[in-house]
């Protein structure tokens, strides 16, 4: 699913036979239409996941645990951030017969991860990885060194027909392969100092909701979580 203030992906997975499901990356705003989404498709949804503390929107997780009752909320414990669950590199998050692998993907922020599907036929990159792109290393602790790394050992080594799902897109693509990016993507096919020197030198505009968004991710985008 799209939302398209912040231009990000919400992935929802789910297991046909089990019902079991996860959702990754909800917003806040578009919440109320994937708890609809989810009660239509009959699903039961166990987790909504965050790639990292987003800077640019609220997440739609701490929303959905009180829209769907049952849902657990969860972001990498290096985030810093509330949630019910926290997860580590290597963690594995189960719904029916699936699970993610979980593998940390730091330096667009320290808490980033990517989540692996369990037969690696797809990753949800979060920002470390975009389409012909990569998440910014310029607020959040971002380190440009970390994420050329992490993309290239923890991305790169994936298959090469592995679908690649990123959390946003400004040009509207929707998916690409572990090929593809390894090949054609204009940043990470540099070196290792071309690249630090390309995102050093990047001047983007910060992002509009920067200063709402990432105090609240850091309380799942609520006030209080019960203890
Ligand atoms: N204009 C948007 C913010 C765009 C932006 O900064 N995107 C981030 C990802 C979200 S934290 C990013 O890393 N972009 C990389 C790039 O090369 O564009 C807004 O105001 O929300
Ligand atoms: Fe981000």
């Known amino acids: 699913m799209f939302e398209p203030v912040s231009c990000t992906y919400t992935y929802l997975l789910g297991d046909r036979e089990t019902r079991e499901a996860v959702l990754i990356d909800p917003v806040l705003e578009t919440a109320p239409r994937d708890a609809q989404l989810v009660k239509e498709l009959g699903l039961r949804l166990l987790y909504a996941v965050n790639t ?11 929303a ?5 009752p049952g849902c657990q909320s ?10 019910d669950l926290h ?14 692998e979980t ?27 975009l389409i012909r792109g990569c998440g910014r290393t310029d607020f959040q602790q971002g380190c440009a060194k970390t994420l050329y790394h992490s993309v290239h050992k923890k991305i790169f080594t994936l298959p090469g027909e592995c679908l690649v799902y990123p959390a946003h897109d400004y040009h509207g693509l929707t998916v690409s392969t572990v090929e593809e990016e390894r090949t054609l993507n204009p940043r990470l096919t540099l070196s290792c100092e071309e690249f630090v020197k390309l995102m050093d030198n990047l001047n983007l505009p910060k992002p509009q909701q920067i200063d709402v968004a990432v105090p609240a991710n850091m309380r799942c985008g609520v006030q209080t979580l019960p203890s």
Do not use: K
């Open 52 to 62: 990292h503390c987003h800077a640019d929107h609220i997440t739609g997780s701490g």
């Open 64 to 68: 959905l645990r009180s829209l769907l």
């Open 74 to 83: 969860v972001i990498s414990r290096l985030s810093g951030a509330q949630a």
């Open 87 to 100: 997860i580590e590199d290597g963690d594995s998050i189960r719904f029916g017969r699936f699970a993610l």
């Open 103 to 129: 593998r940390a993907s730091p330096g667009h922020t320290p808490g980033c991860v990517t989540f692996v599907l369990n037969d690696h036929s797809m990753a949800f990159t979060g920002d470390a990885l």
